[in-house]
């Protein structure tokens, strides 16, 4: 029996500890997925394709080009808290005003139980705040956040892409033809209120003279009927 294989989720891991980049990469990959690791929020945001237009403060940023990266799909980011430069709350504020990005699910992660902290991370959109370390049991809560991600995004690129036929090419838009309604043999009659005032009451005029007309010889055909009796005068002599 074949098994339908497991979708793969690609996770950006940011943390500036050299230790906790490696151990949450190793669970992430126990988790089956695939894991890019930087070392501060400026990489993350270039990996991104957003460090155009932000302030940038770390001098081991590398300067791959932003437009390569932004081809690659990420389905979650999952950030430590404290990071000099930028923490993970900062790279959260970035991610979340981007178009592009806003709808990637983002985790924080610390070592410090902080209530405060990790109430501003939910409020500014962070999915989770985990304290560390982080266990497989905690990543694997987060499959079907990143299913959903990668669901919405495929139906986005459904609607997107243009229809294309057979042979591959992009189907152009056919407006429908409009033809003279004469050439078809469409009449248009004029309205009511265009037909001329005088043309109305001629109409008018002729239609009384008709009725008229066959009132007077309906008077005279009853008139010369041979079935009307005529009125008789008995005792009454005329002199002449």
Do not use: W
């Amino acid at each position: 029996m074949v098994m339908a294989a497991e979708p793969q989720f690609h996770v950006l891991a940011v943390d500036d500890s050299l230790f906790d980049r490696k151990f949450i990469e190793r669970l992430l990959q126990k988790a089956s997925c695939q894991v890019t690791t930087v070392d501060s929020g400026y990489k993350a945001l270039e990996f991104l394709g957003l460090r155009e237009g932000f302030e940038i403060n770390d001098p081991d940023a590398v300067s791959t080009s932003p437009v390569i990266h932004q081809e690659v799909e990420v389905n979650l980011i999952i950030t430590d808290y404290c990071m000099p430069g930028m923490t993970g709350y900062d790279l959260l504020k970035k991610v979340k005003e981007s178009s592009a990005c806003k709808n990637i699910p983002v985790v924080i992660m610390s070592s410090e139980n902080v209530p405060a902290r990790i109430s501003r991370c939910l409020e500014e959109g962070a999915e989770e705040f985990f304290l560390k370390p982080v266990r497989l049991a905690d990543l694997n809560k987060l499959k079907p956040l990143m299913m959903k991600t990668k669901l919405k995004n495929q139906k986005l690129e459904e609607i997107e892409a243009p229809s294309k036929d057979e042979s591959g090419t992009v189907a152009a838009v056919v407006e429908p033809e409009v033809k003279d309604l004469t050439e078809i043999g469409i009449k248009i009659l004029p309205l009511q209120s265009e037909v001329e005032p005088k043309q109305v009451h001629l109409q008018v005029v002729q239609q009384e003279e008709q009725t008229m007309s066959n009132n007077k010889r309906k008077s005279v055909e009853e008139g010369l009927s041979t079935d009307r009796s005529r009125p008789r005068f008995e005792g009454i002599t005329t002199a002449v």
